[in-house]
């Protein structure tokens, strides 16, 4: 089963602009974890944000969360080219055990 | 942290065969769990493996098709079984430290499956 829904599917911008992906879950969740993925192999973790807390930072990259609209967001500034890649969130429930992912986001940067 | 070798890297598989996949992870986790991606698409969840007992699976999935092993607190095998061409995919193993604790889960490689 999935959970989330990215929106867009695919999203294509500039080198140096700014990137937005959206994240939309279904049930109540305890965290919400962005990940990427390059070339359809193994995914790397990007950024954690609690239920209890709505935006979080690490380095270019910027997470919101609203669980009263049970959302998020990612935005990437300064976009690279090595951004490009496919962004998934994932929520995990303590309660379940286990991450559930969304559908992703493609996003390719252009030179 | 915590790193995951998955084994084969790829398998090109006759139909009706059987593969299996072992995930060898370098030091103890509380939570493993196998996911299936077909070609350009997300991560579905096929079963969280359970060390000493049966593995628990997702809606759409069995046993039977997907019997998993889990002997250890490191290790844990899927097997794709009576495969068909409708089966390949990447199959991915993670893992995640603590139970109800959640962090960060650590992603295998995956094994790149094509099914012929």
């Known amino acids: 089963s999935q959970q989330g829904e990215e929106d867009p599917q695919a999203l294509s911008i500039q080198e140096g602009e700014n990137a937005t992906m959206n994240c939309s879950y279904k049930?109540?969740?305890?965290?919400l974890q962005w990940y990427r993925q390059n070339s359809g192999r193994g995914l790397v973790h990007l950024i954690l944000?609690?239920?209890?807390?709505r935006e979080k930072h690490s380095g270019r990259l910027r997470v919101t969360l609203d669980t009263s609209k049970k959302s998020s967001s990612l935005l990437i500034t300064a976009s690279r080219a090595a951004d490009t890649a496919s962004y998934f969130c994932?929520?995990?429930?303590?309660?379940?055990?286990?991450?559930?992912f969304g559908k992703g986001t493609r996003l390719h940067i252009l030179p | 942290s915590a790193v995951i070798s998955q084994k084969p890297s790829r398998d090109i598989c006759q139909r009706g065969t059987s593969l299996t996949i072992q995930c060898q992870v370098d030091?103890?986790?509380?939570?493993m769990f196998w996911y299936r991606q077909q070609p350009g698409q997300s991560l579905t969840l096929i079963a969280t493996?359970?060390?000493?007992?049966?593995?628990?699976?997702e809606s759409g999935f069995v046993i039977d098709k997907f019997p998993i092993s889990r002997p250890n607190l490191t290790f844990s095998t899927l097997t794709v079984s009576n495969m068909s061409p409708e089966d390949s995919s990447i199959y991915l193993c993670?893992?995640?430290?603590?139970?109800?604790?959640?962090?960060?889960?650590?992603f295998g490689q995956g094994t790149r499956l094509t099914v012929v």
């Open positions: 993670s893992v995640a430290k603590d139970r109800g604790r959640w962090t960060e889960a650590f």
């Open positions: 049930t109540s969740i305890n965290n």
């Open positions: 944000i609690r239920s209890n807390e």
């Open positions: 994932a929520t995990a429930s303590f309660r379940d055990d286990k991450i559930i």
């Open positions: 030091s103890q986790v509380t939570m």
């Open positions: 493996a359970n060390q000493g007992s049966e593995a628990t699976y």
